[in-house]
Structure formats: structure tokens, C-alpha cells
């Protein structure tokens, strides 16, 4: 099977950059992506790594290191309305590439 | 439709009932997806469905759950005799299905399920 970690929640104020982590156990690992989702609302597409390194996307980059099973999203410039849940999920190799999900960490953001 | 639809939003039920949860999916996208979410859990899967495929069903947690997705469009998730920890957020996530790893998940709002 498939498990990830991440940290439960993490505060930072506006403006600042927050790192949220990402490790997992899984064979046959195909790639890690992000969500986001803020409550009561659906989960929201962030960004996908296949190959190790940053990808960035505006104020936000995700960042893959396949040998350590390891990975995390970088928000820079804070704002209020980032303040959500943030999801890793991982593809494995099996055919049909359902993606497992972390349990989440929700992201704080103080003025 | 232009999103992924879930309908009801919100459903109360009393332990012991039938529930049927209904998803929308992108039209065009022919892997479907339940995931369940439970206060402050991560989302668990639960059932997939892709093309004409058989379901992908190993998620379910018990037989009183099932799934069924009519004309490789719309999907009802069935919950039968519900127990208070069905109590859960039902999210429905569809995808275009051409099997790629970055192929990314459209989620619904979900329905909001408690069982009392």
C-alpha cells in the first residue's frame, strides 16, 4: 500500500513564505501533486511532479525528490485567501493510477 | 455542466436508512471517482470507475456500500443501513481518463452526510 505524511497544520503571516512537507512510501511511484481546498469547498488542482526538482506556478512551486521520497510545496507572498487544506497525493504504477491522498494540512495565515 | 455536480449538498438521516448521493460528472471525462472525507481526515478512497471498464471497487469499506454509473456519465453512490460512522463529506472527483499520472482530479462540492 501507499502512505504519506504531512504536518497537520502550519501558520505563517501574511506575506511570508510557508513550506508544507510531503513524505510517502509507495512502489511503483509515478509522480506527487497538490491540492487545495478551503472549507466546505472542493478540492482544487495545484500542481503535479514527476521528475525530481521545482516546478513553479506563479506564487506557488512544488519541489520532487524522488531517491528521498520526498516533496513540498512552496507558497511565497502570502494572503489571506490562502488559507486552506493542503492534500499530497501519489500515483503508483497498477493500471488505473487512483491517486492516494495525504491527510491534508491546513494552512493558517494571520494578518 | 461547466463543474463537477453533487447533489444533495447536505443529507440527515436517521441510523439504520437507505442514501443515495448523486454525481454529475465533466462531460467528456470517463474516470469517475468517490472519495470520502472525514472531519479533518485526508480523503479516502473509495470507488473508480473508468470507461466501460469494471469499477475499481477495493475502497469500499463495507457491503452496505455501492456504486453504480449509468451511461458512462452520471454516478449514485448507495449507502445501505447507515451507521453513525457513515457521517462523512462524499466527494466526487472526475478526470478526462487517458490513463497519464499527471492526468488531474476535477472534485465536486461533495455531500455532507450525517447520520443520526
Known amino acids: 500500500g501507499q502512505s504519506l505524511e504531512q504536518p497537520s497544520e502550519v501558520t505563517a503571516v501574511e506575506g511570508a513564505i510557508v513550506q508544507i512537507n510531503c513524505t510517502y512510501q509507495?512502489?511503483?511511484?509515478?509522480?506527487l501533486s497538490w491540492y487545495q481546498q478551503h472549507d466546505g469547498g472542493a478540492p482544487t488542482f495545484l500542481s503535479y511532479?514527476?521528475?525530481?526538482g521545482l516546478e513553479e506556478t506563479g506564487r506557488f512551486s512544488s519541489f520532487l525528490s524522488r531517491s528521498d521520497s520526498y516533496g513540498y510545496l512552496l507558497l511565497q507572498e502570502l494572503q489571506m485567501k490562502d488559507s486552506a487544506s493542503y492534500f499530497c497525493?501519489?500515483?503508483?504504477?497498477?493500471?488505473?493510477?487512483?491517486?492516494?491522498f495525504g491527510r491534508g494540512t491546513s494552512l493558517i495565515v494571520h494578518p | 455542466g461547466a463543474g463537477v455536480s453533487q447533489s444533495p449538498s447536505n443529507k440527515v438521516t436517521e441510523k439504520g436508512k437507505d442514501v443515495e448521493l448523486r454525481c454529475d460528472p465533466i462531460s467528456g471525462h470517463t474516470a469517475l471517482y468517490w472519495y470520502r472525507q472525514s472531519l479533518g481526515q485526508g480523503l479516502e478512497f473509495l470507488i473508480y470507475?473508468?470507461?466501460?471498464?469494471?469499477?475499481?471497487k477495493s475502497g469500499l469499506p463495507s457491503d452496505r456500500f455501492s456504486a453504480e454509473r449509468t451511461g458512462g456519465s452520471v454516478s449514485t453512490l448507495t449507502i445501505q443501513r447507515t451507521q453513525q460512522e457513515d457521517s462523512a463529506v462524499y466527494l466526487c472527483a472526475s478526470s478526462l481518463g487517458v490513463a497519464v499520472a499527471n492526468e488531474k482530479l476535477f472534485f465536486g462540492s461533495g455531500t455532507q452526510l450525517s447520520v443520526l
Open positions: 511532479n514527476a521528475l525530481d
Open positions: 509507495t512502489s511503483g511511484f509515478y509522480g
Open positions: 470507475f473508468q470507461g466501460n471498464s469494471a469499477p475499481d
Open positions: 497525493a501519489v500515483r503508483t504504477s497498477g493500471g488505473s493510477y487512483i491517486p492516494t
